[in-house]
Nanobody, 124 residues
Framework: QVQLVESGGGLVQTGGSLRLSCAASGRDFSSYAMAWFRQAPGKERQFVAQINVGGNTYYADSVKGRFTISRDNAKNTVYLQMNSLRPEDSAVYYC??????????????????WGQGTQVTVSS
């Protein structure tokens, strides 16, 4: 079993920045594709970004140019740097792991483990 723990959420004004972190347990972090999803109240969970085992990154169109996903395999941690935040970015952000290492980025059913989420609120 893999435990994922998100941190770094909070309240920020429109145009501000936050950096989310997701710390993973286990020995095989470097073999996982890692992703961020988000879910606002009453809405479906949506894909945000993925980084696969080769370091290739994928982003939802809504965050391209503003968000950056990265990973530090030595620390078993994946990050999401969020800049130029907008009120519509407000959501609970979830970290997810795909143990196959490569998966279609936006298909949440392909992810094996999920964190409990961290709240991001962008004030207007």
């Amino acid at each position: 079993q893999v435990q994922l723990v998100e941190s770094g959420g909070g309240l920020v004004q429109t145009g501000g920045s936050l950096r989310l972190s997701c710390a993973a347990s286990g020995r095989d972090f470097s073999s996982y594709a890692m992703a961020w999803f988000r879910q606002a109240p009453g809405k479906e969970r949506q894909f945000v970004a993925q980084i696969n085992v080769g370091g290739n990154t994928y982003y939802a169109d809504s965050v391209k140019g503003r968000f950056t996903i990265s990973r530090d395999n030595a620390k078993n941690t994946v990050y999401l740097q969020m800049n130029s935040l907008r009120p519509e970015d407000s959501a609970v952000y979830y970290c997810a792991a795909d143990i196959t290492g490569i998966t279609p980025p936006a298909l949440q059913t392909n992810y094996d483990y999920w964190g409990q989420g961290t709240q991001v609120t962008v004030s207007s």
